[in-house]
């Protein structure tokens, strides 16, 4: 499958700009179109009403990962160039991978500054997305992010959001520069309704990497996914498992979820673990052990889409995006919602 296979048109009164607290009052009062996958027909709710579309017993898995801010408006240290460094991932020893722009800059040897806090460029142009090996010096690298750096934002929101737009009410688990925004879409009290409905929330953490950057391949086949950490707990394999036993449904929220279960899937059940996964799920994929997939309304050239199409059929995922635009739902990450049944 060719990736503009997935493309779809989209005008600006269908992008949100602005969290849904800002918009709404609360984030749980987004709209959700339901994709009946077996009847290939659409129909409208809203987020507050999971606990009346799912069904006493059924688990819906969240992902806990806690982002801290990812980019950084920094200066080049000899000739005070300014540049801005978008953060792909960072690691222990104070290495990340990012991408510094503008880039003729920049070369191994070059120290970054961004307030008093210095790092250096290790390697450059680093394949396929042209990043940078850089370290910092001195203080910790998720210390100069903490202090002095912006969120990783899409380019239509209405400003900089602070990150705490950016986390869902149940992360906890830091280790990202990005954030599970699947889970924004949920409160307390949402939760509390769906506990109170009898369905079980399975919390795993897993460290997005680099969903921001470029899908470069033409054909779908060719791409690949940076290998992410995840932790499947002990707890929540085995609310997975009951379930799965039971007869009852396990959902996904958002993509991160769906590739930490199916990662730690062998023959329809899960095992606890830690590792890192290089999962790619697209079409084809014989998805092990999630029913139904709770998410956002995604740009078409990311691996994200090509999730969705895995899980959906491409067809029918190309309809239910074109009724949600003439509905007027709202797109990306601060938007409505989708839940594929």
């Known amino acids: 499958m060719k990736v503009e296979e997935l493309k779809y048109a989209l005008g600006g009164e269908n992008i949100a700009s602005s969290p849904r607290e800002v918009r709404l009052g609360q984030r749980d009062l987004g709209r959700m179109l339901v994709v009946d996958r077996q009847r290939k027909a659409q129909r409208h709710a809203f987020v507050r009403s999971l606990p009346e579309l799912l069904a006493p017993g059924d688990v819906l898995v969240l992902n806990n990962s806690k982002r801290i801010p990812g980019l950084l408006k920094a200066h080049v240290a000899h000739n005070e160039a300014q540049v801005e460094v978008q953060f792909v991932h960072y690691e222990e020893n104070d290495q990340a991978l990012c991408r510094i722009y503008p880039g003729h800059h920049v070369r191994p040897g070059v120290y970054i500054r961004a307030g008093r806090s210095l790092f250096e460029v290790v390697q450059d142009h680093i394949a396929p997305n042209d990043l940078c090996l850089v370290k910092a010096l001195g203080t910790s690298l998720t210390e100069i992010l903490k202090a002095e750096g912006y969120p990783i934002t899409s380019f239509f929101y209405s400003r900089y959001w602070e990150v705490e737009y950016l986390n869902p009410c149940f992360s906890s688990q830091e280790g990202a520069i990005e954030s599970p925004l699947a889970g924004l879409h949920f409160t307390p009290r949402l939760l509390a309704d769906l506990s109170a409905a009898g369905i079980a929330q399975a919390y795993i953490t897993l460290h997005s990497v680099g969903s921001w950057l470029p899908f470069l391949e033409e054909d779908i086949e060719d ?23 039971r007869g009852n449904k396990v959902i996904a929220c958002g993509s991160t979820a769906m590739r930490t279960v199916e990662s730690a899937a062998t023959n329809g059940r899960v095992r606890a673990m830690q590792q890192r996964s290089d999962l790619y799920i697209r079409p084809g994929h014989a998805f092990q052990v999630v029913d139904h997939y709770f998410t956002n309304f995604h740009p078409y050239r990311t691996s994200l889409m090509v999730l969705d199409a895995a899980f959906c059929g491409k067809d029918l995922l190309l309809e239910s995006y074109e009724v949600a635009k003439r509905e007027g739902y709202l797109f990306f990450e601060f938007g409505d919602a989708v839940l594929y049944l």
């Not at 690949?224 to 498992?241: Q, R, Y």
């Open 223 to 245: 791409h690949a996914v940076n290998k992410e950490w995840f932790h499947m707990p002990e707890a929540a394999a085995d609310l997975i498992n009951a379930a799965k036993e």
